[in-house]
T-cell receptor, first 114, second 114 residues
Framework: NAGVTQTPKFQVLKTGQSMTLQCAQDMNHNSMYWYRQDPGMGLRLIYYSASEGTTDKGEVPNGYNVSRLNKREFSLRLESAAPSQTSVYFC?????????????FGSGTQLSVL | DQQVKQNSPSLSVQEGRISILNCDYTNSMFDYFLWYKKYPAEGPTFLISISSIKDKNEDGRFTVFLNKSAKHLSLHIVPSQPGDSAVYFCAASARAFGNEKLTFGTGTRLTIIP
């Protein structure tokens, strides 16, 4: 039972470089999310996808793009990384239509931008 | 604008005693609340939830209390165990108004002293 799988676990980038964080879930969930966690800020929503083929902005979308490749996969792209994007990134998924608000999280990606 | 607030960044409790973690919210549209637990280098995991139609929900050693008039909820852990040492996040959503995104607090680091 893999649940939500994120890759890579760690990444160091130079300012201006680009990269894509990958996320896949095997629970057949409709909704998927990308959060970032920063000290003293809690978890903040970057983007989410309520269903395959749809994406919407969250609280802090600037500097990011997302792709809902299919029902299983939801990727987060940094086109030109900035030091302010140094953070821990979490992907999550949720079953919808049941009133169940419970999010299932991946183990996170620690990103440092120098 | 922090809509979900956890004003205590850290809390230390003796093993066997009660741990009480607090959370306040400002958005009166929130009608569903959850607590998540997070260990280092892992993603958050769901702990317990409560709907606004209730004022208490219990699951084993964990009980969540909701005071809607005060816009306050608390998580009680009795008795506290060393394995409870983690960061706890409070989260809220406004399901009745079509907003199914979770808004997280900043977290409280709980340390259980053996």
């Amino acid at each position: 039972n893999a649940g939500v799988t994120q890759t890579p676990k760690f990444q160091v980038l130079k300012t201006g470089q680009s990269m894509t964080l990958q996320c896949a879930q095997d629970m057949n969930h409709n909704s998927m999310y990308w959060y970032r966690q920063d000290p003293g800020m809690g978890l903040r929503l970057i983007y989410y996808s309520a269903s395959e083929g749809t994406t919407d902005k969250g609280e802090v979308p600037n500097g990011y793009n997302v792709s809902r490749l299919n029902k299983r996969e939801f990727s987060l792209r940094l086109e030109s990384a900035a030091p302010s994007q140094t953070s821990v990134y979490f992907c999550a998924s949720r079953e919808t239509g049941t009133g169940n608000e419970k999010l299932f999280f991946g183990s996170g990606t620690q990103l440092s931008v120098l | 604008d922090q809509q979900v607030k956890q004003n205590s960044p850290s809390l230390s409790v003796q093993e066997g005693r009660i741990s009480i973690l607090n959370c306040d919210y400002t958005n009166s549209m929130f009608d569903y609340f959850l607590w998540y637990k997070k260990y280092p280098a892992e993603g958050p995991t769901f702990l317990i939830s409560i709907s606004s139609i209730k004022d208490k929900n219990e699951d084993g050693r964990f009980t969540v209390f909701l005071n809607k008039s005060a816009k306050h909820l608390s998580l009680h852990i009795v008795p506290s165990q060393p394995g409870d040492s983690a960061v706890y996040f409070c989260a809220a959503s406004a399901r009745a108004f079509g907003n199914e995104k979770l808004t997280f607090g900043t977290g409280t680091r709980l340390t259980i002293i053996p």
